[in-house]
């Protein structure tokens, strides 16, 4: 059956890693459109599909380089841009100058998720899992930014320049060496 062909680009676990992409798109268009609610529905779904592909790989027996790569894309997508989309939008910044110093802060964030899911993808094999996690993992990284997002609509932490220092420091995270035990 051809979900269950590792070789399949569409086997089961890669069709559950594409539902995560498409999740993580109509998230960012509803962040555009400034209905957050919906937005981080559609990203806790995509969190879960994440968690659950890498389930049906293994269980299945599915893993495969492509699905390895596949996945890292849907992670960039669903907790590297979605999540920074989400909590810039919210800022609700005026003026050339928070726009551009505080949007500089998520291109950074953003960055350094991207080289987070390359490092991991070169010293990773397909269907290996590792003890712990060297940097904070990009869906924990997604995870901090939407607790800064509440934290701040909430009006518990209202100054956008502390907002983007907490960013600063979640995004030097992902590449620290700090160890994370993997679940």
């Known amino acids: 059956m051809w979900l269950m062909n590792p070789q399949n680009r569409f ?4 069709s559950v890693t594409f539902l995560n992409v498409a999740c993580g798109v109509a998230a960012m268009y509803f962040v555009t459109q400034h209905q957050f ?12 599909l994440d968690i659950l592909d890498g389930k049906i790989a293994r269980k299945f027996n599915l893993s495969t380089e492509f699905g390895v ?6 992670d960039f997508l669903s907790f590297v ?8 939008y919210s800022l609700d910044l005026k003026g050339f100058v928070p726009v551009f110093l505080i949007g500089l802060v998520f291109i950074y964030y ?10 991991f993808n070169l010293y990773t094999d397909a269907g290996s899992v ?3 996690f060297t940097g904070v993992p990009t869906p924990l990284g997604a995870i901090l930014l939407w607790i800064l997002y509440l934290l ?5 932490v209202s100054n956008v320049w502390v907002i983007a220092a907490l960013t600063a420091l979640i995004a030097w995270s ?6 994370i035990p993997h679940p």
Do not use: C, T
């Open 11 to 14: 086997n089961l676990a890669n």
């Open 69 to 74: 790569q596949l996945d890292s894309f849907a």
């Open 174 to 179: 992902l590449n620290s060496k700090i160890k």
């Open 110 to 119: 953003i960055i350094s998720g991207l080289r987070r899911l390359v490092e």
């Open 152 to 156: 701040h609509s909430f009006s518990i």
């Open 37 to 48: 609610l919906p937005a981080i529905v559609l990203a806790w779904i995509a969190g879960g």
């Open 81 to 88: 841009i979605m999540p920074a989309f989400l909590l810039f």
């Open 130 to 132: 590792s003890k712990y």
